[in-house]
C-alpha cells in the first residue's frame, strides 16, 4: 500500500516553512496548481489565490518567513483517493515580534498522481488577527 | 443505495433555521452529539461548543433567529461512510439588521447509524465580523 498523497505533501510543506529547504516540495506540486488561503490579505499579504508551481513556491517561501510551525494536530480528517481535508490545530511563532500564536485551520486538497493540484484553507482568522496584533479587538454583541 | 446522512441532516439544518422548524432535526441528532462553531462568543452567543441533543437544537433555534440563510454552494466535498467534510460559501441575512452576509464555511461531520454524533465549524470569523460591524476593522501589515 502506498502512502496517501497527503502524508508526503504535508512533511514538504512543513519542512519548507521552517527549514526553508523547497527541494523535497517542488516535484509535489502540479504546475497549475490552484491554491488560496482566505483571510484578510492587508495584513498577511502570504493569504489569498496564487495559480501556478513557481507562485506557490513563492508564497510558501513567504510563510516561511513570518511564521515557524512548533506542532500540529489533526482534529479531524478524510482521506479519499486523490483527496484530503483536515481540520487542524497549529502552534506557531510569529517570527517578526517572536509571538506564540494557536490557530485553527482546515484544508480541502486534490492530488493528480501524486502532485497537489488544489489546496484551499480556510482559518479562524478573527483569533488570528487578536493574537497577532496583540490586544483583543472590541466587539458589540450581535442581537439574540 | 441510501442516501449519506449529510444531505439529511443538510435538508433538516436549512429547514430548521429558516422555517425554524426542528422536528426534522430532532430525530437525526445523537443524544450526545458533540458540536462546536468555532469564533468569538462574545459577539456570536450561538457560536461555541455544545453537547447533547437539547443543547443543539437550542443553539440551531438561536441561529434561526439571527440569521436567513438565502443559498449556499459546496466547493469541497468530501463523504466517508459515516463522516463527511465540506467547504461552502453561504450568503445569508443578518436579521436585526437585515444586513447581507457572505460568508466561507468548512465543517467537518460524523454520523453513527444515521445520526450526528459530531459537528465541527470552522468560519472565515474576520471577514463575518467585518460584515457585521459593517466597517473594515483596520489592521497593522504583518512585516514580510
Known amino acids: ?20 529547504q523547497l527541494d523535497d ?3 509535489l506540486l502540479d504546475d497549475e ?11 498577511f499579504p502570504f493569504f489569498g489565490a496564487r495559480r501556478g508551481k513557481e507562485a506557490v513556491l513563492e508564497v510558501i517561501r ?25 481540520m487542524m490545530r497549529y502552534s506557531l511563532t510569529a517570527l517578526d515580534s517572536n509571538k ?9 486538497a486534490q492530488f493528480k498522481a501524486g502532485r497537489l493540484t488544489s489546496f484551499r484553507v480556510l482559518v479562524d ?10 490586544y483583543p479587538i472590541h466587539l458589540p454583541r450581535m442581537a439574540i
Chains 1, 2 share one sequence.
Open 1 to 20: 500500500m502506498t502512502e496517501h498523497s497527503l502524508w508526503r505533501f504535508s512533511r514538504a510543506f512543513h519542512r519548507a516553512i521552517n527549514e526553508r
Open 25 to 27: 516540495l517542488e516535484p
Open 33 to 43: 496548481v490552484e491554491w488560496a488561503i482566505y483571510g484578510p490579505i492587508d495584513m
Open 62 to 86: 513567504q510563510i516561511g518567513e513570518n511564521v515557524r510551525v512548533h506542532r500540529f494536530d489533526r482534529e479531524s480528517i478524510m482521506l479519499g483517493v486523490d483527496s484530503a481535508s483536515s
Open 100 to 108: 506564540p500564536i494557536s490557530l485553527r485551520v482546515a484544508h480541502f
Open 125 to 134: 482568522t478573527f483569533d488570528l488577527v487578536e493574537q497577532t496584533v496583540g
